[in-house]
């Protein structure tokens, strides 16, 4: 079978899960499930052609773990190649000439900077290993699945692509919020993945059929990119110490069409699905056409959380300009020093304004764009969910920077310079971002419209050669200072319209520079863009908290036919009605300006205030009244959907550095501890992300923590209980917090507070993990988490409440 042959023909099957059917054939291992690939190699063979007899076209490798990241937790790291290419290998034997042979690509089990500690690079490097040894092997293409930080997936895509030849399938993972662990929708998702040249896209595991088809019809509404769904078998519960999935084949074959009419050309399984739930989805898809859908026309940017298009037949978009340090001392100050305060800020009120996109530009004399850049557009990421334009001329900068940002940017900018195609038309391609293409070159502006659209045009051919698409292209019509040159505004209005007419590209504009050098500059800004509105202008580049130029923006859109049923004008009308000019409440009160700070995840800042608040507050009382009640309103922000991990961590890291100035002016005498909290990944489970938060946040509220890491034996866990209570730590006090993110290693956890109770140790339980639940929970003895947050919640109120039960 061959890919290219089949690929948009019918629709395909994959196979189902792996690691429920080498639980079913009864081995138990202490080493990494790759290792099998070589161990029980017969076993692996059989499984999968066991899937090719159920009717799968595309089988998946055994290597979801089988980076050097996650190889190292069991010692392996030096045995990549070869336990990723027997693994293909037993694939493509099992396969013979019937089915195509996918290598599974999963995640590191580390977080990408700047959450986490492992830098995009290095990821790339990991994944690179990987899929030489797939080429090696003789696969069909690679599966990257179970993505939850999008970044990730990026670098693992990156990686392929630059090794190898093989295309690429891209899968996330989402929450029951239907966002990843780090924030992103279906729709950010499905716009981040498209732009990085994917062959399909779509999501797998996290969810059963029901969620994944709730995926599937956000995704839909943004991308016309084929999908590819593999659900769970429902979501695990445990039965008589054994781990079930609920839904029976009949049930995955009914979403399977479900998700084929919306515009799947493949579907699956993930955990718990085996060769007869494919088997009766195999047969329910066999009539079933290929559905192609059209999408909005036109760019498509994303940030965590939004989608903005921009072209013929969208609403005009504006893109805030004020954070760019032109003209503006106190962020000139704090790019000097290396803060983020006043970007921060910014970024809030120009979005609440109601920018679409935010520009940031760092640039100026003594700055380290290539530091700092990525510094600010993360600290901007933070605050808002729209998506970002990255303003500079420095080409390493603004690749330091699409490295750390979420969703899809846009480039501002490349000219027809052949320097600046060179660098920024690759970085555009490599990075799934777009370009705003300025139309001059080493010979200067030129002084026609025709001039500007030949280059234009020249870097839009250049740009289509090296694989950018038309759609990811917007062109500056170049605003040109009217004081300066009468005719340039004109100039300037018929290169929009020339564009649009000869190049059908989208147009933006800096419409301020119209005005430089005038008096009442606003009352020009506002004409001119009116009048640019109606040549056509796709994205104005101005101040949103100007009220002129919004007001502008919307009734101009209105005359020029551009808001039908005036929908947009009426919308920002009411809203406009009675609002008032924000003021700077509270912004001297150093408490609130504190308070603030761990809000909106303001390390610097947070640091400074407490320093400034120790002259004349007590430490404790800084503790108990700014900082764990800013934590608890985070809290309050992440359970309402308004903050996801990214802030979550931010906040907690501006907490700690505040609390680290208040532990110092204690010097040395400890404040009263909360409670103490031992925690740790049961044995046999290497997954740590998720305890670590709850660690982090467990310490940022005045808890205790021992971390005894992953993989750890129930025998240290009880010891170090043991260890404490005889040392006469109140067991009151007390709690033993386990997580476990397989299946396979959910009942170590019973094992745990089973030998806690037999050894007579009265400590609280608390277990969490993405396959644990509240029943589970109930059934062996403890309590549960759902998120760390709610871990908080949980250890508060059992070591505030002494009578409770202790399990």
């Not at 303003?391 to 480039?411: C, F, H, M, R, Y």
């Not at 300025?438 to 002084?447: A, E, N, Q, Y």
């Not at 043991?722 to 109140?730: D, I, V």
Request: overall charge negative; charged content about 25%; some cysteine.
């Amino acid at each position: 079978m061959n890919l290219q042959e089949v690929w948009g023909t019918r629709i395909l099957c994959l196979d189902g899960a792996m690691g429920t059917m080498i639980q079913e054939a009864g081995i138990t291992f202490t080493t990494a499930p790759e290792y099998l690939n070589v161990s029980h190699s017969q076993l692996i063979y059989e499984i999968h052609k066991a899937y090719v007899d159920a009717g799968a076209d595309i089988i998946e490798t055994n290597t979801f773990g089988g980076n050097r990241a996650k190889l190292a937790n069991y010692h392996l790291e030096g045995e990549v190649y070869r336990l990723n290419k027997a693994a293909v290998e037993l694939a493509r034997k099992a396969a013979e000439d019937r089915a195509l042979v996918a290598a599974s690509m999963g995640p590191t089990g580390k977080f990408l900077e700047p959450v986490g500690d492992l830098s995009f690079s290095q990821a790339v490097e990991i994944f690179k290993e990987q899929a030489l040894a797939f080429q090696e092997g003789g696969a069909d293409l690679v599966m990257v699945e179970t993505m939850s930080d999008i970044k990730e997936a990026k670098a693992a895509i990156i990686a392929v692509k630059e090794v190898t030849r093989l295309p690429v399938f891209a899968l996330a993972t989402f929450q029951e919020d239907m966002h990843t662990l780090l924030g992103m929708s279906p729709e950010t998702v499905a716009v981040t993945l498209e732009a990085m040249g994917v062959m399909a896209l779509g999501a797998n595991c996290s969810l059963g059929p029901e969620g994944l088809l709730e995926v599937a019809k956000r995704m839909v509404g943004v991308t016309s990119m084929p999908l590819v769904f593999m659900p769970n078998a429902g979501l695990p519960r445990l039965e008589d110490n054994k781990t079930v999935f609920p839904a029976t084949p009949q049930e995955m074959a009914h979403y399977a069409r479900k998700l084929v009419e919306l515009g799947a050309w493949v579907v699956g399984g993930c955990c718990g699905s085996t060769p007869t739930h494919i088997k009766e989805m195999v047969q329910a898809l066999q009539d079933q056409p290929l559905v192609k859908r059209e999408t909005p026309p036109g760019m498509k940017l994303a940030g965590r959380r939004q989608v903005v298009f921009i072209g013929e037949g969208h609403f005009p978009v504006v893109i805030g300009e004020r954070i760019n340090p032109t003209g503006k001392k106190d962020f000139q100050a704090e790019l000097r020093s290396g803060k983020t305060a006043w970007a921060r800020e910014m970024a809030r009120r120009q979005v609440e304004a109601g920018a679409h996109l935010l520009d940031v530009n760092v640039g100026m004399p003594g700055v380290d764009e290539e530091r700092v850049l990525p510094m600010v557009a993360t600290a901007v990421q933070t605050q808002v969910d729209c998506p970002l334009v990255l303003d500079s001329t420095n080409p390493q900068a603004i690749e330091k920077a699409l490295q750390q940002i979420d969703g899809k940017v846009l480039i501002n900018s490349v000219s027809g310079d052949e320097r600046s195609m060179e660098a920024f038309l690759s970085l555009a391609h490599r990075y799934g971002a777009a370009l705003l293409i300025l139309p001059l070159d080493k010979k200067g502006i030129p002084s026609t419209p025709q001039g500007r659209v030949a280059i234009a045009k020249r870097v839009t051919e250049k740009a289509l050669e090296v694989g950018v698409t038309g759609n990811d292209l917007i062109v500056d019509g170049l605003t040109m200072t009217v004081s300066a040159q009468a005719q340039g505004p004109k100039i300037t209005l018929e290169t929009v319209r020339t564009i649009k007419r000869k190049l059908g590209l989208p147009t933006v504009l800096g419409v301020s520079n119209v005005s430089f050098g005038l008096p009442d500059r606003e009352v020009v800004n506002a004409t001119f863009l009116a009048m640019a509105i109606e040549a056509g202008l796709d994205a104005a580049i101005i101040n949103p908290n100007s009220k002129r130029m919004m007001e502008t923006l919307y009734a101009g859109a209105l005359l020029a036919g551009r808001d039908p049923q005036a929908a947009k004008y009426l919308e920002v009308s009411h809203k406009g009605e009675g609002k008032r000019e924000e003021k700077d409440q509270g912004i001297h009160d150093p408490k609130k300006v504190l308070f603030n700070a761990v809000l909106h995840g303001d390390e610097d800042l947070a640091r400074e205030k407490t320093q400034e608040l120790l002259r004349e507050t007590v430490p404790l009382e800084i503790s108990n009244t700014i900082l764990i009640p800013a934590m608890e309103e985070v809290g309050r922000r992440f359970e309402s959907n308004q903050y996801f991990l990214p802030q979550v961590m931010a906040s907690a890291a501006a907490m700690q550095a505040a609390f680290a100035v208040v532990k110092e002016a204690m010097k040395g005498k400890e404040g009263p501890v909360r409670g103490t909290v031992i925690m740790a990944t049961v044995e046999g489970d290497i997954h740590d992300i998720g305890k670590n938060i709850v660690c982090t946040l467990l310490e940022n509220h005045g808890f205790h923590v021992i971390d005894l890491g992953k993989n750890v034996p129930r025998e240290k866990i009880v010891t170090k209980a043991k260890e404490l209570l005889e040392e006469g730590h109140p067991p009151e006090k007390l709690a033993v917090g386990l997580s476990a993110l397989m299946t396979t290693t959910m009942t170590e956890m019973k094992k745990v507070i089973e030998t806690l109770k037999d050894e007579g140790l009265q400590v609280f339980t608390l277990i969490g993990g993405a396959v644990v639940t509240p029943e589970y929970a109930r059934e062996i003895g403890a309590h549960y988490a759902k998120d760390a947050i709610e871990a908080i919640k949980v250890v508060e109120s059992l070591m505030k409440n002494e009578s409770n039960e202790k399990h």
